[in-house]
């Protein structure tokens, strides 16, 4: 509709009338109305907001001025320490010269710009009047241009003007010289080291790359071991019983691995493979936790009193049914408006759950939460094969089985056989069902990635038109796929209630869910399931190596004490002197220059400019009001810190992960042609 305006307008012979523009150049000339009426609408509209943005800040800042401070001399309250009065009274009065200074900006700006604005007009129009306008500013434009040009582009004479010729070509020599210098020896430093990667990696199996599947398994194969490696060495409570320990940490690492890696699983189907953008796995972890710990819990404490296994079942199609209607009417919009609807509907489950009446179980009481449902097997790993009772006749409890030498059970076994002077934990149980579960999720995703239909969804992730240029309905597949991941993640859900013991609305905090979730996506690689499992591990390990520093931090007796002091000492030394951080991240900066490496030196950038801004925020009064003591380390912010880290560096220096996807190639028959 514009251009046939346009079009019009070109064809029109109507010429706008000199005296009428002329006369509203004199009214109203600030609003760029004799502008409008000539037809000059860019000229108009830069004209009105320069008049309209002057009102405005005017306005504001005679507010700010008036409404800041109230009129008079700083009056200190009494028994205030004299130190302390004089830097507040130097504070207000600096602050009251800052509101001074906006407030005198402000009178300049109105009413002073718009009357020079004005008198501007006047004299277009004058010109207008006269029919002899043209544009008044565009010699200084092109005296701006010429200027700006010469400064980013000098010419020649220019340079031979400012440096002598001889001075000019001994400096391009010198600078050649350096920098033959320096690129035949960094060549020859990095060339050595990547030959010598080379031969590691050939040795290792990854020399045919990571994306091939001999190398993407080789490189599997080399992190898997360094992760264990670094499970088997993570210290435990050296005033408890060793064995008993260290498999009480394997087997709650060992649980929590199979919950993150079974979300990291369901997130790679829809996100990975489908190209939805996902972020509402906790949605449907939530349905299958809340599903099943209300459908499990006894019907006294406002349970339904299912069996584990139906209910189960009953949840995981809730939350595939949930995804197969979610598709529909989110699956046709853009890839952000889709990943705010998917994590606000977590949000939406996070807050019926803190106040849901049908939401809570295990209490009569105003508690919130799920409690007190069943956990899988538990009775038979405590209490046996046969029902155990009391004196009384009534049933033991698991824990009541757990305390009672006298009933022979499974525990109780492998307790004696591992030396743990005491029944074997159930968290080791439950990590032999995590496994279990992650197999049987493992397996079949492999098969759906090697069918037809994993094709087809990796065909709608490339291109949505192609796929359906060739007969695939789009909308029924990415349904499809959103269902079979939601189903997944609702049975990571009911592993992670078990694994809680009881629900409250803080497991779904997007810290603790959606965000480690996504770091292993982007950490493992998409598009790979061993990629999950080492984004997963990682996660898990960063999880429990802080957990322990957290112990650590405050008992010389804990294991790793040494490192959460240095920690402590890293972060005082980082506050208290951040103008040194910012010298060693410019040193650093200027070595990676150096050396070629400006992925590197823009980082070392960043993070140096950050500590300069916090010379100019940071003061030792502010300090000492947030650390009354020493200065030490939340260890929960650098939790949330050191993966931030790993995934900005990750997607920065190897975006793709540590493991990407491997593309499909499909096996040739014998008789084929090899190449």
């Known amino acids: 509709w514009k251009i046939e305006r346009l079009r019009e307008r070109a064809r029109s012979s109507k010429i706008p009338n000199h005296r009428h523009s002329a006369a509203l150049g004199l009214l109203m000339g600030p609003l760029g109305a004799h502008h409008f009426h000539q037809r000059r609408s860019g000229r108009a509209i830069s004209t009105l907001l320069v008049t309209s943005s002057a009102f405005f800040i005017g306005k504001a800042t005679s507010f700010i001025r008036t409404n800041s401070y109230p009129s008079g001399p700083v009056v200190v309250p009494d028994g205030v320490d004299p130190d302390i009065a004089s830097n507040w009274v130097s504070l207000i009065e600096s602050e009251q010269a800052f509101i001074s200074l906006i407030g005198t900006i402000g009178d300049v700006l109105w009413p002073w710009i718009p009357l020079l604005v004005w008198i501007f007009c006047l004299y277009e129009s004058y010109l207008i009047f006269n029919d ?6 565009h010699p200084f434009k092109l005296k701006y241009h010429s200027i700006l040009s010469r400064i980013s582009t000098p010419s020649d004479k220019h340079s031979e003007r400012t440096i002598s ?3 000019k070509d001994r400096v391009e020599s010198l600078r050649a010289n350096a920098d033959s210098w320096l690129t035949a020896r960094t060549a020859s430093l990095f060339g050595t080291l990547g030959k010598q990667g080379d031969a590691i990696l050939q040795k290792a199996g990854i020399g045919e790359g990571r994306r091939t599947e001999s190398g993407s398994k080789a490189a599997f194969r080399l992190l898997l071991a360094l992760l264990l490696l670094f499970v088997v060495w993570l210290p435990v409570d050296p005033s408890s019983n060793f064995m008993f320990a260290k498999t009480l940490q394997v087997s709650n690492l060992v649980t929590f691995l199979s919950i993150y890696l079974i979300m990291s699983l369901s997130l790679n189907l829809s996100t990975g493979y489908t190209g939805l953008l996902n972020f509402g796995v906790i949605f449907f972890v939530s349905i299958g936790a809340i599903g099943v710990g209300v459908l499990t819990a006894p019907s006294d404490v406002a349970g339904y009193g299912w069996p584990i296994i139906p209910a189960l079942i009953f949840s995981m199609l809730v939350a595939a049914i949930s995804g197969w209607l979610l598709a529909y009417p989110t699956a046709r919009l853009r890839g952000d408006y889709f990943a705010v609807i998917t994590i606000s509907l977590g949000e ?5 759950l ?3 009446p049908l939401l809570k179980t295990g209490t009569t009481q105003g508690a919130i939460g799920v409690q007190r449902y069943p956990q899988p097997l538990e009775v038979w790993w405590f209490c046996g094969r046969g029902e155990q009772l009391d004196e009384n006749g009534v049933e033991l409890s698991p824990f009541e089985c757990k305390n009672n030498e006298a009933i022979d059970s499974i525990a109780r076994t492998i307790g004696e056989t591992l030396s743990f002077g005491q029944p074997a934990p159930y968290y080791l149980l439950l990590a032999i069902i995590g496994l279990i579960c992650v197999m049987i999720v493992w397996r ?15 065909s709608i992730r490339e291109d949505e038109d192609v796929a359906q240029h060739h007969g695939h309905d789009v909308m029924t597949h990415k ?4 269902a079979v991941s939601a189903a997944i993640a609702a049975f990571a859900g009911a592993l992670f209630a078990w694994y809680l013991g009881s629900l409250q609305p803080s497991f779904m905090q997007p ?6 979730v996504w770091a292993a996506f982007v950490i493992g690689g998409a598009g790979n399931n061993r990629g999950m499992l080492i984004g997963a591990m990682i996660i898990t390990l960063n999880e429990f190596v802080i957990n322990r520093l957290v112990a650590a931090q405050s008992s010389a007796s804990q294991p790793l004490h040494e490192l959460a002091v240095a920690i402590d000492t890293v972060f005082a030394w980082l506050v208290t002197e951040p103008m040194q951080a910012a010298l060693l991240m410019i040193a650093i900066m200027a070595l990676a220059y150096l050396f070629r490496r400006k992925a590197m030196a823009e980082s070392a950038g960043w993070i140096a400019s950050v500590f300069l801004l916090m010379v100019w925020l940071l003061h030792q009064r502010s300090i000492d009001e947030v650390f009354r003591t020493d200065i030490q380390v939340n260890l929960a912010y650098v939790k949330v810190l050191i993966i931030g880290l790993i995934i900005v560096t990750s997607l920065k220096y190897n975006e793709k992960g540590l493991l990407p996807e491997v593309p499909y190639r499909p096996e040739r028959s014998d008789g084929g042609d090899s190449q």
Not at 132 to 137: M, V
Not at 348 to 352: A, F, H, K, M
Not at 479 to 482: E, K, N
């Open 348 to 352: 939406v489950v996070r807050i019926l």
């Open 511 to 516: 810290s603790r869910t959606t965000f480690l």
């Open 479 to 482: 349904a499809a796929a959103l």
């Open 354 to 356: 803190s106040g849901e």
């Open 132 to 137: 002899r306008y043209k544009d008044p500013i």
């Open 444 to 458: 079949a995703l492999s098969m759906l990635y090697s069918s037809p239909w994993g094709r087809i969804l990796r």
């Open 165 to 167: 010729k001889n001075m």
